[in-house]
T-cell receptor, first 112, second 114 residues
Framework: DAKTTQPTSMDCAEGRAANLPCNHS???????VYWYRQIHSQGPQYIIH???NNETNEMASLIITEDRKSSTLILPHATLRDTAVYYC?????????????FGQGTRLTINP | GAGVSQSPSNKVTEKGKDVELRCDPI?????LYWYRQSLGQGLEFLIY????????KSGLPSDRFSAERTGGSVSTLTIQRTQQEDSAVYLC????????????FGPGTRLTVL
């Protein structure tokens, strides 16, 4: 799986958009970008994933650059409950089970 | 429907004792995963099951660790002769078997070895 690089920590004001970057310059053509987050004392939670087109769901938007070497997770209107560690993971999805390889992630703090 | 459940939520044990951690996956999920997270660290993969078989045991840290899954459902992670470095939160996840399916995580079991 391709290696990812994320900032260690970020701050964002409540109500503003939180933009979390992820670099994955060695991504290969068949690898997808996944985002999970882990709120304190809870298990990780899936947020979104994509291959090359921008994706949006009820939680967030995922913007992937045209060369696919980086992406940005956008929380459009951050709330205090969005304070968590956010993990960017790059992998090739396969049929059947597949482990997730977590890096250190970005600790996002939403400030009132 | 119910999510992934794990028991116990907390376990305190003495060094050298054996412990069993249980995971109940989401009904119908064929894939089941075990991870652990030491204090202040990221998540570390341990083992996964596809049905009742475990194709990848590469993450188990030592032969004191074992896991089984029966009936394609409940899984048990057993740690024998526990050591203080085994102290961590042990997380279980399950997923549908298929292309890119997301993993759903349980709340974890916090293990403390004294």
């Amino acid at each position: 799986d391709a290696k990812t690089t994320q900032p260690t920590s970020m701050d964002c004001a409540e109500g503003r958009a939180a933009n979390l970057p992820c670099n994955h310059s060695t991504i290969s053509g068949n690898e997808y970008v996944y985002w999970y987050r882990q709120i304190h004392s809870q298990g990780p939670q899936y947020i979104i994933h994509g291959l090359k087109n921008n994706e949006t769901n009820e939680m967030a938007s995922l913007i992937i650059t045209e060369d696919r070497k980086s992406s940005t997770l956008i929380l459009p209107h951050a709330t205090l409950r969005d304070t968590a560690v956010y993990y960017c993971i790059v992998r090739v999805p396969v049929q059947g089970a597949q482990k997730l390889v977590f890096g250190q992630g970005t600790r996002l703090t939403i400030n009132p | 429907g119910a999510g992934v459940s794990q028991s116990p939520s907390n376990k305190v044990t003495e060094k050298g004792k054996d412990v069993e951690l249980r995971c109940d996956p989401i009904s119908g999920h064929t894939a089941l995963y075990w991870y652990r997270q030491s204090l202040g660290q990221g998540l570390e993969f341990l083992i996964y099951f596809q049905g009742n078989s475990a194709p990848d045991k590469s993450g188990l840290p030592s032969d004191r660790f074992s896991a089984e899954r029966t009936g394609g459902s409940v899984s048990t992670l057993t740690i024998q002769r526990t050591q203080q470095e085994d102290s961590a939160v042990y997380l279980c996840a399950s997923s549908l078997s298929g292309h890119g399916n997301e993993q759903f995580f349980g709340p974890g079991t916090r293990l403390t070895v004294l």
